[in-house]
């Protein structure tokens, strides 16, 4: 009798917590895709389209491939040139500078689900929804600097990436800049050179920030865990789609320093996929994976 008491509210808030995470993971992607059907041949066209996706990719994969897979867990070894563009295409995706995202990101590791991870929707005060809020984007409002000497040394050695740090206001310009020239030159029209603006840089860049947060907030509550990470790290299909293959956060968790997030066959990751591709052209060498030896002792999935 008490047990039934007992396991109802949280059955209750289960439910409560599900709901929060499909309005705010489903939504989004939705109403884009309604705007963008109900705005077809007025203010959005194939160009803008075009422009959009491929500004998402490149952006999305200097986020994925650049800040979090090289820079912050140097999972694979790469040229200067390779590592100077990483690090501009993700400063484009307006998340904050370089050293400053990997400082974050490091912390978040290393206090995963603690009261010092900067974005936990397990600590902190409220209920449910307010943690996942705050999780999702307060965090971004409230966080202090972290402490860049401590969380990254190694990275703030290297005079180039102090250097793309330091321009981050610039590269912000550019990949402003980019879809709105491309825009008017292809549309060949100044109403062009707006929409591509519109979509190629403001509403990219919003879906985008909100793809990458559901990395911290939705894959920190909802979704499986094959492996003991020590913390609340969840896989999340929809989001390892979206986010080019970070929502298979548990397995990141688990083997931070691996290249590749989605580990079984069926667990598309589009930036490991890009990565093979770049060692396949010398754009990337040293990729590093655990071991099947290691996956079957962790227990998780195979290959
Ligand atoms: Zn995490
Ligand atoms: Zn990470």
């Known amino acids: 009798m008490s047990s039934a008491i007992s396991t109802q509210p949280r059955m209750q808030a289960r439910r409560g917590a599900q709901a929060i995470v499909l309005i705010s993971v489903i939504l989004p992607p939705i109403a884009l895709v309604t705007v963008m059907w109900l705005a077809w041949g ?3 066209g194939l160009i803008d389209l075009a422009i959009f996706a491929g500004m998402y990719l490149a952006c999305g994969l200097g986020i994925t491939i650049g800040f979090h897979r090289y820079f912050t ?3 694979f070894d790469c040229p200067r040139w390779v590592k100077i563009m990483l690090g501009v295409t993700g400063s484009m995706a307006v998340q904050g500078d370089l050293l400053w995202w990997c400082a974050v990101h490091r912390k978040h590791h290393q206090h995963s689900d603690s009261h010092e991870d ?5 600590v902190g005060r409220g209920g449910r929804m307010r ?3 705050y999780s999702h984007f307060g965090w971004l409002f409230r966080i202090e600097d972290p402490d860049k000497s401590r969380y990254v040394p190694d990275l703030m050695a290297d005079p180039d990436l102090r250097m793309i740090s330091r321009l981050f206001p610039l590269w912000v310009f ?3 800049a980019i879809p709105t020239i491309l825009g008017g030159l292809l549309a060949g029209s100044w109403f062009g050179a707006l929409t591509g603006f519109l979509w190629g840089g403001l509403v990219r860049v919003f879906f985008e920030h909100h793809v990458t947060w559901s990395v ?3 894959c920190h509550i909802w979704g499986q865990q094959p492996y003991d990470s020590h913390d609340h790290s969840r896989n999340n299909a929809l989001v390892g789609v979206l986010a080019l293959g970070e929502g298979w956060h548990n397995n990141h ?3 931070p320093t691996s290249a590749r997030h ?4 069926w667990q598309f990751d589009a930036s490991w996929l890009v990565i093979r591709l770049m060692s396949c052209v010398g754009m990337a060498r040293n990729l590093k994976t655990p071991s099947r030896d290691r996956l079957a002792r962790a227990g998780g999935a195979d290959d």
């Open 42 to 44: 007025s203010g959005f």
């Open 73 to 75: 867990h140097k999972s």
């Open 118 to 122: 900067p974005h936990s929707p397990h």
């Open 131 to 133: 943690r996942f809020l």
């Open 174 to 176: 550019i990949s402003m």
């Open 216 to 218: 911290n907030s939705v």
């Open 253 to 255: 968790h688990a083997f």
């Open 262 to 265: 989605g580990l079984a066959w």
